[in-house]
């Protein structure tokens, strides 16, 4: 069990938790030619700034004021989207730690006038960081997963964190053998 689990389930945290549907949300916005690449598709910038923004909300929503985006994983982009689309992305918080919260984003596309369900076209997890007034870092609720799927995604989440924090250090490590070495970066 985590820490910020035994904490929730003990009674410990002196922050009351959240529910996952608490701060859900989506952020619907139709594509226009403005958003196109080169290849007349719309461009990968325009989805991650929409997907950043959504995440944003709900991180927001979740801790109860301002948060700031930290790292975004595992941007994928599974289909292209297209000038006309009807773009949902949805977004609700996985995961949270003390100051920190992760962000579970999926991305659908459907033509704007046509009644087909919309097809998923993206997914990203991003890292968000509660802030004060003054930029430090602030504590955030814990979250509560209500569904099987929250649980799911609130497991996937915390490997996810072991992941980023595995590769942090290694990379950490390596850096200073290389220092330690007499390598320049």
């Known amino acids: 069990m985590t820490e910020q ?3 929730a389930d003990s009674g410990a945290s002196d922050i009351p938790g959240k529910a996952t549907s608490a701060s859900r949300t989506t952020l619907s916005h139709i594509m226009t030619h403005n958003d196109t690449n080169l290849l007349g598709t719309v461009h990968g910038g325009v989805i991650m700034k929409l997907v ?10 979740h801790s109860g004021g301002p948060a700031v985006t930290a790292s975004m994983d595992e941007m994928a982009f599974l289909e292209p989207v297209r000038v006309g689309d009807l773009v949902h992305v949805k977004a609700q918080v996985n995961w949270t730690g003390r100051t920190s919260m992760e962000v579970g984003v999926r991305v659908l596309a459907e033509r704007w006038n046509e009644s087909a369900p919309p097809t998923q076209v ?3 997890y991003l890292v968000f960081a509660a802030v004060d007034a003054d930029g430090k870092p602030r504590r955030v609720p814990p979250v509560l997963p209500e569904t099987e799927r929250d649980k799911r995604r609130y497991q996937e989440a915390q490997i996810r964190r072991t992941h980023r924090l ?3 250090r290694a990379i950490m490590e390596l850096r200073e053998k290389r220092a330690a070495e007499g390598y320049e970066d």
């Open 5 to 7: 689990a035994s904490a």
């Open 52 to 61: 950043d923004d959504a995440a944003g909300a709900v991180a927001g929503r």
């Open 122 to 124: 993206g997914s990203a």
């Open 166 to 168: 595995a590769r942090r």
